[in-house]
């Protein structure tokens, strides 16, 4: 059974910085794309980073500069640096994970971001 479980949201200043972190098992962790997403109500979800299994990293332009994405497969965690937050920012952040082998796409559960004065 696959399970990514998301960890460091929480309510931040403008300005300030968040690391959100997703750990992955059950899933061949070194041969997935891993990704984040961000939905805020009303909104569609949509992706901020993701990063191959070769380490090929995309980023929109809306956080690019920003966001930093990494992966650490030998913890099976991804992590997200997120500075210069702004309220837009404010999200449900989601991890995705996506194989390679079986290109079957799984979520976690998310992680809620808030930016706030």
């Known amino acids: 059974q696959v399970q990514l479980v998301e960890s460091g949201g929480g309510l931040v200043q403008p300005g300030g910085s968040l690391r959100l972190s997703c750990a992955g098992s059950g899933i061949r962790f070194s041969l997935s794309t891993m990704s984040w997403y961000r939905q805020a109500p009303g909104e569609q979800r949509e992706l901020v980073a993701s990063?191959?299994?070769?380490?090929?990293?995309n980023y929109p332009d809306s956080v690019k500069g920003r966001f930093t994405i990494s992966r650490d497969n030998t913890k099976n965690t991804v992590s997200l640096q997120m500075d210069s937050l702004n309220p837009e920012d404010t999200a449900v952040y989601y991890c995705?994970?996506?194989?390679?082998?079986?290109?079957?796409?799984?979520w976690g559960q998310g992680t809620q971001v808030t930016v706030s004065s």
């Open positions: 995705n994970a996506v194989s390679d082998l079986t290109k079957r796409g799984y």
């Open positions: 990063i191959t299994s070769g380490k090929r990293i």
